[in-house]
């Protein structure tokens, strides 16, 4: 797995984990809010642009950064941070190492499996794939996605490069996740936000990890979509870290 790294490498070290086809500019506005005082870190999670391996799992590239910070920063982290598939990856870190970080921010993360939308995924994608590499096609995906016009050319960039195999892989691991008994066990606190125009699986499954998850805290954004507290409010987003780290 590659990463991105910006900040001082003294300072406590905050990692922000990007969305499914998505790659670490994601953060690349909150990193510029944080990167004065913290240490941040961004993985470009396997099976996305220029990262370095296939995607295989949420629960194996959990793993991966666990040992990245097992190597490089001690066993734990001030802080991590996760949008969607990213989310679930961070909520899955909290569950194979309890200890991982002291604060989690899990923005709309699906812990709830879809499996009629994960039977869909491989002939759907199997059909339609060409069509990613079709800047028409991937501004009307940008657009239903809400990334903003200053992250287009970084999207249709790194779309263009996920294979077939890497993008239906992580789609189907995304729509069948669901959360383990051990999440209970994290020492984290969390907090736990999603948008109120999401879908009704994302405001299930965030209401769910409230629930399972001891010292956690629910936040619903008005008005808010998929993504958008991360990709067009980085200053609240900062900010909202900010107040839970204290």
């Known amino acids: 797995m590659q990463y991105v790294e910006y900040g001082a490498h003294n300072s406590q070290t905050i990692i922000l984990l990007h969305g499914g086809g998505l790659s670490w500019w994601n953060y690349r506005e909150v990193t510029q809010l944080l990167a004065d005082k913290y240490h941040v870190v961004l993985p ?15 629960e194996d590239t959990a793993a991966k950064i666990i040992s990245h910070i097992d190597e490089h920063f001690g066993g734990k982290v001030l802080a991590v941070g996760g949008l969607s598939l990213g989310g679930q990856i961070a909520v899955e870190m909290l569950t194979q190492s309890p200890a991982i970080c002291r604060f989690a921010l899990i923005e709309s993360a699906l812990v709830k499996p ?26 009307l995906q940008a657009a239903y996605l809400g990334i903003p016009q200053t992250l287009f050319d970084d999207y249709y960039r790194d779309t263009c490069k996920i294979s077939k195999e890497d993008m239906i892989a992580f789609l189907q691991s995304n729509s069948a996740y669901s959360i383990k008994p051990a999440l209970r ?45 991360s990709l067009n409010h980085p200053e609240q987003y900062a900010q909202m870290l900010l107040n839970l780290i204290g």
Not at 47 to 58: E, K, L, M, R
Not at 114 to 139: C, D, V
Not at 221 to 226: N, S, T, V, W
């Open 185 to 229: 066990d994290t020492q984290a606190k969390v907090h736990i936000v999603f948008g109120s125009k999401e879908q009704a699986s994302i405001c299930t499954s965030g209401k769910l990890l409230n629930r399972m998850i001891p010292d956690s805290t629910l936040e619903v954004l008005p008005g808010y979509r998929h993504g958008d507290l």
């Open 44 to 58: 470009i999670l396997d099976g996305h642009a220029d990262s370095d391996a296939p995607f295989n799992s949420i």
């Open 114 to 139: 879809m499996k009629l939308t994960h039977a869909l995924i491989k002939p759907t994608f199997g059909m339609s794939y060409g069509l990613i590499k079709q800047k028409w096609f991937a501004k």
